[in-house]
């Protein structure tokens, strides 16, 4: 069973900068997409970033964030990073992390993922 746990969010001032962490522990498979994604009060879960790991290691992100934010990962800790930049109030949301056992084209939909954290509130303040 893969566990999830994500740190690392609170408040910013706009134009401010969070990085999250994602610790996963019980992973034991080895090609693997990891995800961010957020959910902001009435509205449905989007796609912020994803990392895909397989013969090659292929990063994507949501044209909302692109340029703003990145993704990392630290094998050896079993961790995923983001790292957010330059943030604005509309990335005021609850941030998640989530695991899909496999890798594949269809990273953004949050329903291909098997395991998610419980999520981290992030506000971003005008």
């Known amino acids: 069973q893969v566990q999830l746990a994500e740190s690392g969010g609170g408040l910013v001032q706009a134009g401010g900068s969070l990085r999250l962490s994602c610790a996963a522990s019980?992973?034991?498979?080895?090609?693997?997409?990891m995800g961010w994604f957020r959910q902001a009060p009435g509205k449905e879960r989007e796609f912020v970033g994803a990392?895909?790991?397989?013969?090659?290691?292929?990063?994507y992100y949501a044209d909302s964030v692109k340029g703003r934010f990145t993704i990392s990962e630290d094998t050896a800790k079993n961790t995923l990073y983001l790292q957010m930049n330059s943030l604005k109030p509309e990335d005021t949301a609850v941030y998640l992390c989530?695991?899909?056992?496999?890798?594949?084209?269809?990273?953004?939909?949050?329903?291909?993922?098997?395991?998610w954290g419980q999520g981290i509130q992030v506000t971003v303040s005008s």
């Open positions: 989530a695991v899909r056992r496999s890798t594949g084209i269809s990273y953004y939909r949050a329903a291909v993922y098997d395991y």
């Open positions: 019980g992973r034991t498979f080895s090609f693997y997409t």
């Open positions: 990392v895909i790991s397989g013969f090659s290691i292929n990063t």
